[in-house]
């Protein structure tokens, strides 16, 4: 097939971060600093991201401002030519640190909220503090001329805040809200039964986005991504397995996806063994499950497989043991109605204890 060059890059500086939260997508083992890679090698790898063909660069993490060199690589990225964005907890930034990365060029910063109420949202973080140091930070981000977007991951535990959380991002005057339901993989799926939302909480939460969307309209987009489990059909996964999007971990693996080394068998390559170009288009690991030649039925003969492309490969591992096999969530799948039901019956617990992510 012809492989055209990724759109994006997720650059993973480091797993460290000061949060904990349950839903973490970082793995369940996550590499200290003694294993990240140098400024060195992120130079290089922009470099040759840049000349792959890709235009954006997600400085990522856990949390990317504990790196000291990330104004020196956001000044990189944007001399090559790369749009820059920091996702970011916010907690560590302060005033002089984000005049330095707009000075440096970055474009855009996406800053996490675990909820509108700070006390929910600290617990839900593990991080006392933490949210109202999110708002500080976020309020100063338009006046940098960077974009701003609101990232909030919702469950059972903090749904009944969503009408708070569009009221706070409008305050905000963030440019986009992103509405992102818990996808369960990694720490998300460890906690998932503290997690889970009601089909009924669901629902409610579909029908007020729909609402607000109409109602809010240009002043400010907001993206919605439901929980696979209560779904009929998969989403495009990263855009598609290989497609859109790679991933490069802080000790220089590259990935398809964050979640991608939770499948078996997969061997990924570091950056520096292989050039960029070269892992994108030739490594066994990105040409597994691109495209669809991969398929087996229900999904080879589906009109859609080149719509959603299969769905997650991640998520059909965690529920079938089996990362070939149909997307849990397509209606179609022989697993389809047994991933509802425990969905129901994890979500009918009690609001449960975390297990929340450590890095020591």
């Known amino acids: 097939m012809n492989i055209a060059p990724p759109l994006a890059v997720m650059a993973e500086l480091t797993h460290r971060c000061p949060l ?18 140098d400024t060195a090698f992120w130079r290089g790898a922009i470099d040759q991201a840049a000349a792959l063909g890709v235009l954006q660069i997600h400085f990522s993490g856990g949390e990317p ?5 990330l104004t020196a690589l956001i000044a990189h990225a944007t001399q090559a030519g790369l749009y820059a964005n920091l ?9 002089t640190k984000l005049a330095a990365y ?7 910063v ?5 909820g509108a109420d700070a006390r929910n949202a600290d617990r839900i973080g593990h991080y006392e503090g933490a949210h109202q ?10 006046g940098f001329g960077m974009s701003l977007t609101v990232n909030a991951v919702m469950h059972r535990q903090n749904l009944e805040e969503l009408p708070a959380i569009i009221d706070l991002a409008l305050a905000l005057e963030a440019d986009r809200l992103e509405i992102a339901h818990v996808q369960y993989h990694g720490w998300a799926l460890a906690n998932r039964a503290a997690l889970m939302p009601s089909r009924a909480q669901f629902e409610a939460a579909n029908a007020l986005v729909d609402a607000r969307r109409r109602e809010i309209g240009a002043r400010m987009q907001i993206d919605y991504v439901v929980p696979d489990y209560y779904a009929d059909l998969p989403k495009t996964c990263m855009g598609g397995w290989g497609q859109k999007m790679l991933n490069i971990a802080p000790d220089g693996r590259v990935l398809p996806c964050h979640a991608a080394e939770t499948i078996p068998g997969l061997v990924f390559p570091r950056l520096g063994e292989a050039s960029l170009r070269d892992i994108w288009q030739n ?5 597994k499950f691109r495209g669809t030649a991969w398929m087996s039925e229900p999904c080879a003969s589906c009109a859609l497989k080149e719509v959603d492309w299969g769905g997650c490969r991640c998520q059909a591992m965690a529920i079938t043991g089996d990362p070939a096999a149909t997307d849990p969530v397509c209606a179609r799948s022989p697993r389809h109605d047994a991933m509802n039901a425990m969905a129901a019956a994890e979500a009918g617990q009690g609001p449960g204890a975390f297990q929340y992510r450590r890095l020591s």
């Open 283 to 287: 490594s066994e690991a990105f040409n």
């Open 65 to 69: 401002s504990l790196r000291p060199d």
């Open 20 to 37: 904990q939260c349950p839903y973490c997508s970082n793995p369940l083992e996550m590499l200290k600093a003694g294993a990240e890679r």
């Open 110 to 114: 996406q800053v996490s909220l675990q």
């Open 102 to 108: 707009a000075e440096a060029g970055l474009g855009h």
């Open 87 to 95: 996702i970011t907890s916010a907690v560590l930034l302060n005033e």
């Open 133 to 142: 140091k999110k708002l500080e930070v976020a309020r100063m981000v338009p």
